[in-house]
């Protein structure tokens, strides 16, 4: 999906998935007699991939690739990193997951490093040498160095993946906080350190070349000026100095008032500019020839700046951060400031509320817990922003949404309601709120949209429920005569054609109201105080969570409780019915996941690192979609009963559910990425697919269609190919005189044939000589090894497998060895098409003669019952996968 920057709190996520579960459906499999107890993990949802993740604190890196002649730049996304081509930034490779989150991550020319903990990756390899998490990594031509917390540099060959040295410093003095490789210094590393000071070393030698003394205040950023022998130095005080390492002298400095420097970079596309980030989001641009400052790029990040690199020779800048974007910016404006230019942004703070939008389960909106609100759509441009407050509850109806809003979203604190256009992606023209109303500490606390889209249901916190109009904003009227409820409204909902509303309150009431009149129909006393009400329209179904951490599932048509569930150890934050409404999923505090089947109870439970906030159903059932504590992402879990067969029997009471670790970003295969990747490395394995993959499993041959698809036409084929006029008999040749060369030209006698016991009659002895195929079939029937004659049969043209098949008789022997061999094929389910081809040629040549020989009646018998078997079960195959096909295609979904 392409994600826009915008500075508000609503996020659409467009997942749209091409390989994905649901196109490998089956009818639902459920097994009874399973044991549940059995389980190690969920049995219903697989973790798939997580969405909205793009960066994070860790700097970037950029490559280049000189055979694709375009920059690639790498970003961190906790546990793997992703790799986005910067002319596009299209996500273009994802990386394995590691054990840990990445700490820090470095590239050269073909790969990439990761570091996480005491360990550091390049691609498939893992090398641990430190007792400390290691915070840099700097490429080193064939080797990489590496630094951790307590100092200790290490430095490998990367190919090897041996220790070339290793350097100790007394952190107390001298502690690692930058490393740079000056340009044409061979062999040689320059160090800085938290106390301020800068070292020279020679890695070959192993000796220190030169100590600087610094400035006092601790080295936060290192890197090379375009000039040779200069290097810019970014300090904890937010000074930078243009240093020259030959002469050690400092050519200029700048001042940033903005805290440390985040990172340092220098334009190289010939404008003397330099770059500095700060952990304020803002950058700093610099004239080198003037020093001066020519300009500030404000609110570049809303977090700290990681990581900021110009492209060589190019106009660009790339920046990342921890608000979970990625920047890259042009310069190509005559005052020198850089405008946005393209991006990939995700949420920057945990998301309050996700839902499903449509029918079609391809997108997800979502709000952050910010004072901001953000809106986006794939495939537009505009966003909008406006203050305010966090979104605690927002509600979609897409019936209306071409004709006005059809979003409504309550704000935390706030007594009004916004409302939000998703087609347009902005924000609607009405502040839904009860005008006789002044009091601020009254909020609004639940909402509902009807299905038609027309009229909006909204519950606050003084117990009044009212009714407006979504496309003119009106009061519409209220529900009771002063309010509702005596409590805080904890939930409204409406049934699908507009005759029931159903609200619930603190007080522990469900009440039922007809919507036209505002009439209060039925009430229900709740065993606890409600937390939240979900309604599935389509069935009627209502999931009511309670405050003792059990769930009532009511029927709105009988206004009877028919279930009640119970097990969760916390407050349940979200619940979600499956489609067809037979199941209910409930998200709680104590890290759970359950899964309730209306009709039989828990079937479904598992524990996760981070306490689930939101849990909803796509609506075609294919995805269950979460988001949790302290993660910025929507994490995606596949149902596997669309694809499989599980058990759907009920958990015992004395279950204790696995953890299952959340999905990470690594399932490349369903991403909408480009087909361009960067190019293969020489260290990757390839991987041969085995010639059979299960001896179960029937498996056709490589060859061409050509190759045995028209043996049986092939006398069809040489008719056609038969010339329409026969071949014309060359011109007589002029008379010549038969001489004997020499000097004098003599006639030459013929010669004459004196011998009259010379027979004119040819031995077919000796024109009956066997082929190599007809000697192999022979040897076949000694040893019972028959793929030394199949496979000089398949090197064999049409024309030659006919020949060879002809010269099979009458021979029974060698008939008999091929009838064996075919049986052969068919037992180990090989080659299976060119078995029937071959068998079907050879019974066009010689079916008179079969039934003249016993033993050659008795082998075809036995041959007979084989394929019907083969096919038999073949056929059944191909009749339910046909059958599947037209459900899918004709079925109303």
Not at 413 to 433: H, V
């Amino acid at each position: 999906p392409f994600w826009r920057s915008s500075h508000e709190t609503w996020r659409l996520v467009g997942c749209k998935v091409s390989i994905s579960p649901r196109a490998q459906r089956k009818p639902r499999g459920i097994a009874m007699d399973s044991d549940a107890g059995g389980r190690t993990a969920s049995a219903l949802f697989a973790g798939f991939r997580a969405l909205g993740l793009f960066s994070n604190d860790i700097p970037h890196v950029v490559r280049f690739s000189s055979v694709k002649r375009r920059f690639y730049v790498t970003t961190c996304v906790g546990k793997s990193f992703h790799t986005y081509d910067v002319q596009k930034l299209s996500l273009v490779a994802v990386s394995n997951s590691v054990p840990q989150d990445i700490c820090c991550m470095a590239a050269d020319g073909r790969l990439v490093f990761a570091a996480y903990g005491n360990v550091f990756s390049a691609f498939a390899r893992n090398k641990e040498g430190h007792k400390a998490e290691i915070h840099l990594l700097q490429p080193f031509g064939d080797h990489v160095i590496s630094v951790d917390i307590d100092s200790i540099l290490i430095i490998w060959h990367i190919y090897s993946e041996e220790e070339y040295l290793q350097l100790t410093f007394d952190k107390s003095v001298f502690k690692i906080s930058a490393i740079l490789h000056p340009s044409t210094y061979l062999n040689k590393i320059l160090l800085g350190s938290e106390q301020g000071s800068l070292q020279l070393w020679n890695v070959k030698s192993n000796k220190l070349l030169y100590t600087f003394p610094g400035w006092k205040v601790g080295v936060t950023a290192l890197q090379q000026a375009p000039v040779v022998d200069v290097v810019a130095v970014g300090l904890m005080s937010g000074q930078v100095f243009i240093h020259n390492i030959k002469f050690d002298e400092t050519l200029m400095k700048f001042r940033q008032d903005w805290g440390p420097i985040t990172s340092i970079s220098f334009r190289t596309d010939g404008h003397p500019v330099m770059a500095a980030a700060s952990p304020c989001g803002h950058i700093g641009l610099w004239d080198l020839e003037d020093k001066k400052l020519i300009n500030q790029m404000r609110n570049a990040h809303s977090t700290a700046i990681a990581g900021l690199t110009f492209l060589h020779r190019e106009p660009l800048l790339v920046t990342n951060g921890a608000d979970n974007a990625l920047r890259i910016w042009i310069f190509d404006g005559p005052t020198g400031e850089g405008r946005l230019l393209r991006f990939r942004m995700g949420h920057s703070a945990p998301l309050t509320r996700i839902r499903y939008y449509g029918q079609n389960g391809q997108q997800i909106l979502s709000a952050r817990l910010i004072n901001k609100k953000r809106v986006k759509r794939k495939g537009l441009q505009n966003t909008m922003s406006v203050r305010l407050p966090p979104i605690t509850e927002f509600v979609a109806e897409e019936a209306r949404e071409s004709d006005w809003d059809g979003i409504i979203a309550c704000h935390q604190g706030k007594l009004s309601c916004s409302t939000w256009n998703y087609q347009r992606s902005t924000i609607g023209a009405y502040f839904l709120k009860p005008k006789e109303l002044k009091n601020d500490d009254i909020t609004a606390t639940a909402v509902d949209v009807t299905s038609c889209g027309n009229f909006a249901v909204i519950g606050l916190s003084s117990g009044a429920v009212d009714v407006y109009n979504m496309q003119s904003g009106i009061h519409r009227g209220s529900f009771g005569k002063d309010q509702a409820h005596k409590g805080s409204v904890r939930g409204v909902a409406v049934d699908g054609l507009n005759q029931l509303t159903v609200t619930t309150g603190s007080e522990g009431l469900l009440k039922f109201w007809n919507f036209k009149n505002k009439v209060l129909i039925h009430s229900v006393s709740l065993n606890s105080s409600p937390n939240m009400m979900l309604l599935h329209r389509d069935s009627g179904i209502l999931g009511i969570a309670l405050d003792d951490f059990s769930i009532c599932v009511l029927d709105i048509e009988t206004r009877k409780i028919v279930r009640e569930f119970s097990g969760h150890h916390g407050q349940i934050n979200d619940m979600a019915f499956s489609p067809d409404g037979r199941w209910l999923v409930s998200a709680s505090m104590d890290c759970s996941i359950r899964t309730w089947d209306l009709p039989s109870g828990l079937i479904d439970s598992f524990l996760l690192d981070s306490a689930p906030l939101n849990v909803t159903m796509s609506p075609t059932g294919d995805f269950l979609a979460t988001s949790h504590v302290d993660h910025l992402g929507i994490y995606l879990w596949s149902n596997i009963s669309l694809y499989s067969v599980v058990s759907l029997r009920p958990l015992p009471t004395d279950y204790v559910p696995s953890v299952v670790t959340l999905p990470g970003t690594c399932q490349t295969q369903d991403l909408e990425v480009s087909e361009e990747t960067i190019e293969q490395s020489d260290e990757m394995v390839t991987y041969d697919s085995p010639e059979q993959l299960n001896e179960q499993l029937v498996t056709l041959s490589l060859l061409p269609e050509s190759r045995w698809k028209n043996l049986l036409n092939l006398d069809v084929i040489k008719k056609k190919n038969k010339p329409k006029e026969p071949p014309k008999v060359p011109k007589s040749a002029p008379f010549f005189i038969p001489t004997v060369p020499g000097l004098v030209p003599r006639y030459a006698a013929p010669e004459q044939n004196n011998d009259p016991q010379q027979s004119k009659v040819v031995n077919i002895g000796f024109l009956a000589q066997k082929s190599d195929f007809c000697l192999k079939l022979e040897e076949g029937l000694v040893n019972n090894e028959y793929m030394t004659a199949l496979n000089l049969l398949k090197e064999l043209g049409p024309s030659g497998i006919e020949t060879e098949l002809r010269s099979l008789s009458p021979d029974c022997e060698v008939m008999q060895s091929f009838l064996k061999m075919i049986g052969m094929m068919l037992n180990k389910k090989r080659d299976f098409e060119l078995a029937q081809a071959y068998l079907a040629l050879f019974l066009k040549l010689h079916l008179k003669v079969l039934p003249s020989e016993p033993v050659l009646l008795e082998e075809i018998t036995k041959l007979l019952s084989q394929v019907e078997e083969s096919w038999i079960h073949l056929q059944s195959l191909f009749n339910q996968s046909m059958c599947v096909l037209n459900y899918i295609k004709s079925a109303l979904l």
